[in-house]
């Protein structure tokens, strides 16, 4: 059966909307059996350029975008978002309640979710991060990964729950953040307080090359987690993600996947000269 999937989203940079793009590229390709029901932005036209674009590129493939400002709900209430928490998830079940996804994914959300919001959806996200690693937005994660000079990096899928960027992984892939390329800026870094390195921004090549990694891999592994739940090899009962026998499914190291899907991608990719 076709797996019928949320995407929820505020759309705003490339990473979000890359991610989208691969999931469709999948399932026009007939490698990802699903379709992606409805995308809910919690940014409405007019925004942001980034939210722009993705509602044009849900609305290309006939996808309904179902937008409610996050901004707009708290400054006409009075106060930031997170006194209006609960009655902004309300009122965004209220607008999703014609949908019935199997399964939701967060792919740039930037708001916390209410339990309310939890028990209506199950949702899956992706962290920047291996399973052990740091919490939090991509940025810090990345500068954390700079200041404890980590060896290696990763991301991981987990189901959403109350507590945030910790609930139970699905699925992983790590990377190693030393090679050919990372470790010439590692050298110029060396030495420098991270205090130092913040100041010069996320256009340094250290910060750059980390993030550049990432993104290499982050929507693979949201497509191969999602391929996982459409072909019964994994599903959520009750509350917690089960393997086809029915038992607690321990998280996937879907590593030598990615890095294969990766090889893959070099090899097709037709080299440019300049001339």
Same mark, same amino acid.
């Given at each position: 059966?076709? #797996?019928?999937?949320?995407?929820?989203?505020?759309?705003?940079?490339?990473?979000?909307?890359?991610?989208?793009?691969?999931?469709?590229?999948?399932?026009?390709?007939?490698? #990802?059996?699903?379709? /992606?029901?409805? &995308?809910?932005?919690?940014?409405?036209?007019?925004?942001?350029? %980034?939210?722009? $674009?993705?509602?044009?590129?849900?609305?290309?493939?006939?996808?309904?975008?179902?937008?409610?400002?996050?901004?707009?709900?708290? +400054?006409?209430?009075?106060?930031?978002?997170?006194?209006?928490?609960?009655?902004?998830?309300?009122?965004? /079940?209220? !607008? #999703?309640?014609?949908?019935?996804?199997?399964?939701?994914?967060?792919?740039?959300? #930037?708001?916390?979710?209410?339990? $309310?919001? +939890?028990?209506?959806?199950?949702?899956?996200?992706?962290?920047?991060?291996?399973?052990?690693?740091?919490?939090?937005?991509?940025?810090? &994660?990345?500068?954390?990964?700079?200041?404890?000079?980590?060896?290696?990096? %990763?991301?991981?899928?987990?189901?959403?729950?109350?507590?945030?960027?910790?609930?139970? $992984?699905?699925?992983?892939?790590?990377?190693?953040?030393?090679?050919?390329?990372?470790?010439?800026?590692?050298?110029?870094?060396?030495?420098?307080?991270?205090?130092?390195?913040?100041?010069?921004?996320e256009e340094q090549p250290l910060f750059a090359v980390i993030r550049r990694?990432?993104?290499?891999?982050?929507? !693979?592994? &949201?497509?191969? +987690?999602?391929?996982?739940?459409?072909?019964?090899? !994994?599903?959520?009962?009750?509350?917690?993600? &089960?393997?086809?026998?029915?038992?607690?499914?321990?998280?996937?190291?879907?590593?030598?996947? /990615?890095? $294969?899907?990766?090889?893959?991608?070099?090899?097709?990719?037709?080299?440019?000269?300049? %001339?």
């Amino acid at each position: 059966m076709t #797996l019928r999937l949320g995407w929820f989203t505020a759309g705003r940079g490339p990473g979000s909307r890359g991610m989208f793009q691969h999931v469709l590229h999948a399932i026009a390709g007939g490698t #990802l059996d699903a379709r /992606i029901e409805f &995308v809910f932005m919690h940014r409405e036209r007019g925004e942001g350029d %980034g939210s722009d $674009a993705f509602m044009d590129l849900a609305a290309s493939h006939g996808i309904p975008v179902v937008a409610l400002s996050s901004r707009r709900f708290a +400054t006409e209430r009075g106060g930031p978002l997170s006194l209006h928490r609960e009655a902004f998830d309300a009122k965004a /079940i209220e !607008l #999703l309640a014609p949908y019935r996804p199997d399964l939701c994914v967060l792919a740039g959300y #930037l708001l916390i979710m209410s339990p $309310a919001m +939890t028990r209506a959806f199950i949702h899956v996200n992706l962290h920047p991060a291996l399973p052990d690693g740091p919490i939090g937005l991509w940025h810090e &994660v990345i500068w954390w990964l700079i200041e404890q000079r980590a060896a290696e990096g %990763g991301a991981f899928m987990f189901k959403v729950t109350d507590e945030l960027d910790r609930g139970p $992984a699905i699925s992983y892939t790590r990377y190693a953040l030393r090679g050919p390329e990372l470790d010439p800026p590692w050298r110029d870094a060396h030495g420098t307080p991270i205090a130092d390195l913040r100041a010069r921004g996320e256009e340094q090549p250290l910060f750059a090359v980390i993030r550049r990694e990432g993104l290499r891999r982050e929507p !693979l592994l &949201v497509t191969a +987690t999602l391929r996982l739940f459409a072909g019964g090899e !994994l599903r959520v009962r009750d509350g917690r993600v &089960v393997d086809e026998a029915g038992n607690p499914a321990t998280a996937r190291d879907l590593t030598s996947d /990615i890095e $294969a899907a990766l090889a893959r991608k070099a090899s097709a990719t037709p080299a440019c000269y300049s %001339g």
